[in-house]
């Protein structure tokens, strides 16, 4: 137990199904010799995971940023596009490959989403889409966000790479917007190494994304679109296929450990973390802390670097702010000062390890180091 306590404790790790099963799996890919391009394995990680998370079209992808890029292109998404700069830099880099302008909007407060109230002023006559992440796998205000896309005639494409399952009033939030994205990074609660999706809601839609995924090929001979190459491979559907058969024991074992670190960490002045979202059922992807310097007698760098010290890696998810680096920050909307709440949020936040393995004894030494 000393000896892994005194081993780095890392943001995450991921959770591996037992060796022997993924060798099964390795062993018909060997004997078929099917390795990607739409294989079985992949077929069946479709309908499975169309039916796991209650949504009527998915298309599996080799990552999250291409699944984003590939969703802007699906939609014919052109000028700007409202969205948020508290986020992981790829939902920025997916407007702006698809020559597309971001304008950042601020946050709100309490989930750190995109804040409705504020869009509506953003609109300008080239605005075509709202972009909007489910930060940490909180959900937005969905229903909010629809009525001023509704009103607009805008687009609405959700970033949902922090999301896995999560459900709002048990509706699945993947069934909110016209398009979602997931990613199955690594990092992720669920995963495929590397991996991502695209939900959609009618077969037209399904059918021109995986045209797009796939070369813009139709049949052997037609190419109807300047598509792309993002295709999930067989190995990673596969890992798709097992990570599914455990994925109920991961969440729980998440939220033991996200209610563990409530309890611990509750009381500490200066120091807060986000509670569940009513009538929500979340997946505990990420659990963030935000140091109030002034409060608590230390900046979050500092206690970020105490904690490095000692040998436990938390992360500042988001930080900096997407708008403020160097390929953003000249555009109005990313100017200092315009979005007051992301901008101290991120001088806030520290994600603290989350992930299944983690042992109690871990939490408690991250815990002892929190506590002043
Ligand atoms: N939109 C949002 C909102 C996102 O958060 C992301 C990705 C995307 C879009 C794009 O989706 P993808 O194209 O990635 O599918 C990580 C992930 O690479 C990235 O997927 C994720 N968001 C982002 C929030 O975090 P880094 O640069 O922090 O990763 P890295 O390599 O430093 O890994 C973090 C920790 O995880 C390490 O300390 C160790 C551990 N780890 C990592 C890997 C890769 C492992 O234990 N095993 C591993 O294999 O970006």
Redesign the pocket.
Known sequence: MVQKLDKPI?????FLPPLEEFQEYLNNIWETKWLTNNGNFHQTLEKDLCDYLGVKYISLFS???LA?VTALQALHITGEVITTPY??V??THALWWNNIKPVFVDIEPYTFNLDPEKIESAITPKTTAIMP?HVYGNPCEVEKIKLIADRYGLKLIY?A??TFDVRLNKIPILNYGDLSVM??????VYHTF???AIISHDAATKKRIDNLKNFGFENEITVITPGINAKMNEIQASMGLLQLKYIDGVIEKRKQITIMYRNLLKNINGITYIEDVPNTKHCYSYFPIFVDKDKYGKTRDQLYEELKKNNI?G?R?FYPLISQFPTYCGLESAQRGKMPIAEKITEEIICLPLYSDLLHEQIDKIVRIIKP
Do not use: I
């Open positions: 890392l943001v995450t790790q991921p990552n999250g940023t984003l986020s992981f790829a939902t992440v970033d790479c922090h990613s199955f990074h690594a990092t992720k590397e991996g991502g890696y992360r998810y």
